[in-house]
């Protein structure tokens, strides 16, 4: 069975950082790609950024503009997000999410994906 669970999400101030990590088991992670979307109320869910299998080629949302950053930790099966300098703009529940096995493209688009977590809370209060 697959379980991809995100952590570290919460309720910070404007500017602060905050990392979200999303643990993934059931699978072989090294062969997925993994992203992170967010979705704020009354919104659609949005690409945030994606990382390749090996880690060595990420892409971005446009609004991330060099605030965020992603990565992955293959032996501990774990992606994370890190997020500097937060804005009430960036409130949302983030999700991770595992998709495109042994391909070598990256997609931005939420279908292309197979497995999702339940989402974390980030609320950046000013």
């Known amino acids: 069975q697959v379980h991809v669970v995100e952590s570290g999400g919460g309720l910070v101030q404007v500017g602060v950082s905050l990392r979200l990590s999303c643990a993934a088991s059931?699978?072989?992670?090294?062969?997925?790609?993994m992203g992170w979307f967010r979705q704020a109320p009354g919104k659609e869910r949005e690409f945030v950024a994606a990382i390749s299998q090996s880690g060595g080629s990420t892409t971005y949302g446009q609004f991330v503009k060099g605030r965020f950053t992603i990565s992955r930790d293959n032996a501990k099966n774990t992606v994370y997000l890190q997020m500097n300098s937060l804005n009430p703009e960036d409130t949302a529940v983030y999700y991770c999410?595992?998709?495109?096995?042994?391909?070598?493209?990256?997609?931005?688009?939420?279908?292309?994906?197979?497995?999702w977590g339940q989402g974390t809370q980030v609320t950046v209060s000013s």
């Open positions: 059931g699978i072989s992670f090294s062969s997925y790609y």
């Open positions: 999410a595992a998709g495109g096995k042994y391909s070598r493209s990256l997609s931005v688009i939420s279908g292309n994906y197979d497995y």
